[in-house]
């Protein structure tokens, strides 16, 4: 197994997770997209740890998917309160930072 | 990975080996440890303690005095070890200092030697003999200085004695191959750092206890206090370029909130705004001259191997000239010179106990550390020893700073602004030390002027305090009768910053002429130097006769401001008495004294205290007040008082602790004590750098004196004709100091006339001597002041105001002009700011990468 | 053809190759999806399959531990939430337009750039660097190495999740 099939998948993950977090209108969609970039960085920790024969690739892997849990939890209840103020989750009506 | 390294490596400089270092110089950490320390807790926890912890903040500031103190003694006993053990004295680095070039030719062929044999470079013979010093016997080391001290012919060069530097650094963290420490430097230069700014910062807690007594966000304020004085130690202490940064920007943040700590008043907050901005965009020159220094010295943080590549011209010099550059750019922010010099005085709106700190020993100076530090990065970049030009940006921006700051002082009314004024011209003549090479000059001004400016600060922090918190001239007058102690130590902390012998500034200003007498700057910067050392003997005259003498011209009471029908019900207290007995003010202020003293203490006896107007040796004072309870009943009444009377306790007894160190501080490094300031600040770097060392020399000082002398005599010549005008009001003052009687004896002798002659003869001839005087005496005097005051103003408004203050109004527009261009990136949608961010990482990733493709 | 080239140098790990190729075919085209979908759920479920094939992928690398994680946590759970999200939301279940935003030109660059970034970068910096999967990383292995070198940050991550729930709480409580 090459090393670059692993991490050129990761980075197409990646780089759809971008587009998500940017284009994307929905809030629950962004928190969708930020999971793909998540998950494209811990192909990447389990696989560069694979390459060099340890193991603290996965363990770091699994506190990001602990991390991941809290942020989505964190973040939906965000986006909740969102649609409770504004009755929508369209993020671009969430502008108060307009400068 | 928790890997936090601790492997202590002991890289004890080119010259340790066989040097047990002491026990604090090993752990030196302590120091700074403390005020952090002090800062969690007080933040945390301060609000539960009595006085919102702010005696814990001196408390733990006592302990950091006193463990640099134990620094400073160990320090000097550092050389002994090894040579009662029979070690070869690798310590001395003796360095006969002449500033010729094959002098450097020499130092820096040992350098080579050194490096090429192994050896420790460690002694450096001035006269290309090596190893003449290691037969040196012990008694050298001992005292260095009697032997040495430069009892010579002026001129004569004499030798510098080297204590090697300690250096402990632990892994901090690692990027890729390079190392990042965190340690600690002890050498000469920062045991003198780590003593002032200790001994000043425990200076400001004490007094802040009493003045910021009432204050709202006390806390918060000994906290920062706190901070702040940890970012100072932490800079002064550090062994990388990387810690510098942090201690510098610790402080940036803690002026920041120290400054604009009353910020219910938007003038104060804007101007904690001003400082942080103009501090900033000096800082953006730090991080330039930091990170070519990191790659030019082979990707080193360390600032003593930065050092050694500066002097062995490892770094090519088109990178030193850019680093010195960019660094002394972040000087002129954060030491507030020249072009950058206009937040200092705005710093002004802060808690006066803050603005002492910021100007005596932390913030302003930081800059004046940096250069000093860096030193020979500069010295090599600008060549300074030996200079073509004749000038270099260094010097030139110190003295444009030391002029233009001195005229200014002229046309403030506020007394702090003064100060102010003052210390930016002051560390203009530590820049301009450092530019014509007098290296240990500045060092010494900065630590002779940390006491006096902080005594000064203090003492109008004092006068304040006694006249409801007005720092306006107008306000005061006559205090030196209310405030006896505060005025006498005033008068003390006002001569040393005049440069008067034998006070502090006379002997470090003396160095800082005498580097530029010998360095080849004497039709330049010599001069400057002795015209600033006349204005600053001229304005502060003015401090001293606006403020001390005449009548008092504030408001009797607080409320006098607003309802003046209060006074007269007076308090529920002892004060009763004293207050109504206003009539008469001398009386009264001495009886509200007495009042005041025998209510805070029945015990003491009232006599003791009665001979207010006599000068009373301050020491039997300070026994009395320590002894008196100083619970709350005493003094909280005091500032309501009534006149304008002598502060507490906390106020008045770090004045005389300034006042007595702004007496004996200069006199350490005088040529009849040895030289000793000289020998114990004296760090390698310099020495090996072939930074001049020259002799104490009779004719400068005499010169700078006399330039002193001469603004002392103009500015008294030009009160004398203002008074004139109103001479009713200097008559009523029959008590004056001694040298003024007689002036105030010639107004009585020409209101005499006037009144006498004019009215009784109604002659031509009492008109022509009202003429004669008006015009003649006073008009010579009076013409040369006017003439500076012009100049002051016109410095002032078009060079400050216009110039200065055009330039950032006009930077100012040209971002508004650039935010409208932009306004409709801040569209407030975080997805577009995220586009952005992530578009531009990766175009500067793009960019490194296209950079570096073809390489790998 | 350097893919084949590359493919012939490793004929003893073909069959890893097959499997890889298929995940990623999958999980790439799930990915778009999941960012380009105009139904909600279908986005959802476009997810799950990412995820699945995430865990593949880690099978792929021995690490059976996290693939079974990865099911349980990820699928199992996150997912779930994400529906729950969806609903309480009333998030238009059908197709819809809108779902994306004016700046989606802006988006598909950067979000271009950085995939030809990656790829560039990744191509030059590791070429063929191969896995040697020689010894299989037990799930115990992992176990010994969360308790004995990372025990604090393994503390810390359950603070971070109950300081998460009670976030969570305070924010979506309806007061």
Known sequence: MYLNEFLLLSAVLFSCGVYGVLARRNGVLVLMSIELILNAVNINLVAFGAFHGQVDGQVFALFTVAIAAAEVGVGLAIVLLIYRNTRSIDLDQVAQMKG | MLNIGLLATEAGGAAAEGF???????????????????????????????????????????????????????????????????????????????????????????????????????????????????????????????????????????????RPYHEAEAGWFHIGPIEVGFGFHIDGFAVIMLFTVSFISFLVHLFSTEYLRDDRRRTHYFASLGLFTAGMLLMVSSSTSLQLLLGWEIMGLCSFLLIGHWWEESKNSDAALKAFFTTRTGDVGLLVGLSILFFGAGQTFNIAKINQQAITGEIPRSWLVAAAVALFIACIGKSAQFPLHTWLPDAMAGPTPASALIHAATMVVAGVYMVGRFYP??????????????????????????????????????IKKVLAYSTVSQLGYMVMGLGVGAWTGAIFHLFTHAFFKALLF???????????????????????????????????????LMGLPPLAGFWSKDEI????????????FFLVGCVGAALTCAYMTRVVYKTFWGEYK?????????????????????????????????????????????????????????????????????????????????????????YPHESPWPITVPLIVLAVMSVVAGIINAPFFGLQFTHFSAIEPIVAAGVPEPSFSGVVAVISTLGALAGLGLAVAWWRGMRFGLDGLTRRNGLAGAGYRLLEQKYYLDALYERVIVRGIKGPMASAAYWFNQNVLDGVAHGVSATARR???????????????????????????????????????????????????????????????NRS | MPVARLLAADTANLPQHIAFGLLAVMMSFSALRVVTARNVVHCALYLVMVLAGVAGIYILLAAEFLAAVQVLVYIGAIVVLFLFGIMLTRAPIGRSRGLDNDQRGLAAMVALAVAGLLTALLLDGFGDDRIDLAGPQRSGDVGLEIFQSYVIPFEVVSVLLLAALVGAVVLARRD
């Open chain 2, 20 to 162: 047990e270092a002491g026990w604090l110089t090993r752990h030196v950490w302590l120091i700074p440890l403390l005020p952090v320390v002090s800062f969690v807790v007080t933040l945390f926890f301060g609000k539960r303690f009595k006085g919102g912890g702010a005696w814990f903040g001196v408390s733990m500031m006592g302990l950091a005095l006193l463990l640099s103190t134990a620094l400073g003694v160990e320090w000097m006993g550092r050389g002994h070890v090894g040579i009662e053990e029979g070690q070869p004295p690798a310590v001395a680095a003796t360095y006969r200092g002449t500033a010729s070039g094959d002098q450097e030719h020499q130092v820096q062929q040992v350098i080579e030697e050194a490096e090429r044999t192994g050896e420790p470079k460690a002694s450096i013979p001035g006269h290309g003999e090596e190893g003449e010093e290691h037969a040196l016997p012990a008694g050298r080391f001992s005292l260095p200085a009697a032997e040495s001290g430069g009892e010579g012919p002026a001129g004569e060069p004499h030798a510098v004695e080297v």
């Open chain 2, 554 to 642: 504030g408001p009797q009471t607080p409320d006098a401001i607003e309802h003046a029908s209060h006074a007269a019900h007076g308090h529920h207290d002892a004060h009763d008495d004293a207050v109504e007995n206003q009539a008469p003010a001398l009386v009264g202020a001495s009886a509200y004294q007495e009042g005041a003293k025998a209510s805070a203490d029945p015990g003491v006896k009232a006599a003791a205290h009665g001979t207010v107007q006599s000068e009373r040796g301050p020491h039997d004072d300070e026994a009395s007040h320590t002894a008196d309870d100083h619970g709350d009943s005493a003094h909280a009444g005091a500032p309501l008082g009534g």
């Open chain 2, 513 to 524: 002429l005498l580097g530029a007498w010998t360095n080849g700057y004497r039709g330049t």
């Open chain 2, 458 to 496: 203090m003492g109008a922090g004092s006068i304040s305090h006694a006249c409801w918190h007005s720092f306006d001239m107008r306000d005061f007058g006559g205090l030196r009768k209310h405030m006896p102690k505060t005025f006498v130590t005033f008068m003390i902390g006002t001569v040393a």
């Open chain 2, 377 to 414: 990065v500069f010295f090599s970049a600008f060549r300074i020893a030996n200079n073509a030009l004749g000038f270099n940006i260094i010097a030139l921006i110190g003295g444009i700073t030391i002029i233009i700051a001195g005229l200014l002082a002229f046309v403030q009314q506020d």
């Open chain 2, 791 to 853: 100049a002051a103003t016109f410095t002032y408004d078009v060079v400050d105001q216009e110039v200065v203050d055009g330039t950032v109004n006009s930077v100012g527009a040209g971002a508004t002009g650039l935010g409208r261009g932009f306004k409709h990136m801040a569209s407030g949608k975080v997805q577009q700011y995220v586009a952005y961010l992530i578009g531009g990482a990766a175009a500067g990733a793009l960019v490194i990468f296209a950079i570096t493709f």
